[in-house]
C-alpha cells in the first residue's frame, strides 16, 4: 500500500533516442519525488511533484504528476551519455520517505 | 550551506565484528536523519529515520541499531555483522518541513567476509 512501482528494471536506448519511465501506487500520492543515482554515487534530488496534472521540466527531463496522483513519468529528450544512471520515484509520507526499485539507463553511443 | 559527512567510504569487515559508521551534518539544525542501504547497486532500504535527539524508528528488524547523540550526528552500529550486512550504506538528512527532498552523503560500501 505504501509502496511506489517502478517497472522494469533496465532499460538501454541508443543515444538520441527518447526515454520515458515510469512510477505507479496503488493509492493516492501527496506528492512524488524523482532521484539519480549515478554509477558509484549517491542519489541526488532532481525533482518534486505535487499537484495533480503537474508538469515540470529540466532541460531535456520532463516529469508529469498524474491527474488521479497514482502515477508519475519521467521523459527524456534525445538520451545522451550523459544520462546514465539509476532513476527513482520516491513517495513521502510524514518524515518517511519510500523509494521504488528504480530503472537503470543504459545509452549506447 | 549545508553538507553531509559520511565515513569512511569503503569498509572490510570479517563476520561477528562490531560495526560503527557515522555521519554528521554541518549548517542545518533539528534535521530529519536517514539511514538507507543499497543491495548489489538495487533498490534503497529505509532502515532507520529520526526526527530529533535520542528519538529512533527502525523501519526493518534486522542485525543493526542506530543511534543520535547529538542533533546532527547519526549513527548506524551492529554488534555482530552478518555476510547478508555487505551492502551501500547511505545517510541522508532533510529539512523537517513534510514535502522537503533528502539529501545524501556519499555513502560507505560494506563487505563483510
Known amino acids: 500500500g505504501q509502496q511506489v512501482m517502478q517497472i522494469p528494471q533496465y532499460q538501454h536506448v541508443q543515444e538520441g533516442e527518447d526515454f520515458t519511465t515510469y512510477c505507479n501506487s496503488s493509492?493516492?500520492?501527496?506528492?512524488i519525488q524523482w532521484y539519480k543515482q549515478r554509477p558509484g554515487g549517491h542519489p541526488v534530488f532532481l525533482i518534486q511533484?505535487?499537484?495533480?496534472?503537474e508538469v515540470k521540466k529540466q532541460k531535456r527531463l520532463t516529469f508529469q504528476f498524474g491527474e488521479a496522483k497514482k502515477n508519475s513519468s519521467l521523459h527524456i529528450t534525445a538520451t545522451q551519455t550523459t544520462d546514465v544512471g539509476t532513476y527513482f520515484c520516491?513517495?513521502?509520507?510524514?518524515?518517511?520517505?519510500?523509494f521504488g526499485k528504480g530503472i537503470t539507463l543504459s545509452v549506447r553511443p | 550551506s549545508q553538507t553531509i559527512h559520511q565515513w569512511p567510504a569503503t569498509l572490510v569487515q570479517p563476520v561477528g565484528s562490531p560495526l560503527s559508521l557515522e555521519c554528521t551534518v554541518e549548517?542545518?539544525?533539528?534535521?530529519?536523519l536517514y539511514w538507507y542501504r543499497q543491495a548489489a547497486g538495487r533498490g534503497l532500504q529505509l532502515l532507520f529515520y529520526?526526527?530529533?535527539?535520542?528519538?529512533i524508528s527502525s523501519e526493518v528488524p534486522q542485525n543493526l541499531s542506530a543511534s543520535r547523540p547529538q542533533d546532527r550526528q547519526f549513527i548506524l552500529s551492529s554488534k555482530k555483522l552478518l555476510l547478508s550486512d555487505s551492502g551501500f550504506y547511505l545517510c541522508?538528512?532533510?529539512?523537517?518541513?513534510?514535502?522537503?527532498?533528502?539529501?545524501f552523503g556519499n555513502g560507505t560500501r560494506l563487505t563483510v567476509t
Open positions: 541522508a538528512w532533510s529539512v523537517q518541513q513534510s514535502n522537503s527532498p533528502l539529501h
Open positions: 493509492t493516492t500520492l501527496s506528492n
Open positions: 511533484l505535487v499537484k495533480s496534472g
Open positions: 520516491a513517495r513521502r509520507a510524514n518524515s518517511k520517505l519510500t
Open positions: 549548517g542545518t539544525s533539528n534535521p530529519n
Open positions: 529520526s526526527v530529533g535527539i535520542g528519538q
